[in-house]
């Protein structure tokens, strides 16, 4: 069996909830969340490791793997300069 649905970009979306949770505290309003929405186009080389793989084959056709969680790694020693 082949892997299926190599992505090819990878969407991050932060979410401002410093000024909803302000907006609700000191003004009794709830404001929505400001996004920002970050794309970052995947290698080649990232683009395999993130394929789903094949597990099975249920009553509903072939199986493959599901995503659970993701998070980020920051590491230790680079310092990063902000845009702000």
Same mark, same amino acid.
């Given at each position: 069996?082949?892997? %299926?649905?190599? @992505? #090819? %970009?990878?969407?991050? /979306?932060?979410?401002?909830?410093?000024?909803?949770?302000?907006? %609700?505290?000191? =003004?009794?309003?709830?404001?929505?969340?400001?996004?920002? %929405?970050? $794309? /970052?186009?995947?290698? @080649? =080389? $990232?683009? #395999?490791?993130? !394929?789903?793989?094949?597990? *099975?084959? *249920?009553?509903s *056709? &072939?199986?493959? !793997? &599901?995503?659970?969680?993701?998070?980020? !790694? @920051?590491?230790? +020693? &680079?310092e990063? &300069?902000? +845009?702000?």
């Open positions: 069996m082949t892997n %299926i649905n190599a @992505p #090819k %970009i990878l969407t991050v /979306i932060f979410a401002d909830t410093y000024r909803t949770m302000q907006s %609700i505290v000191y =003004e009794n309003e709830h404001v929505p969340y400001r996004k920002r %929405i970050v $794309q /970052i186009e995947l290698t @080649p =080389e $990232q683009r #395999k490791a993130l !394929e789903r793989r094949y597990t *099975g084959h *249920g009553s *056709g &072939e199986m493959y !793997e &599901e995503l659970l969680e993701c998070w980020f !790694e @920051p590491d230790e +020693d &680079e990063v &300069e902000s +845009d702000e």
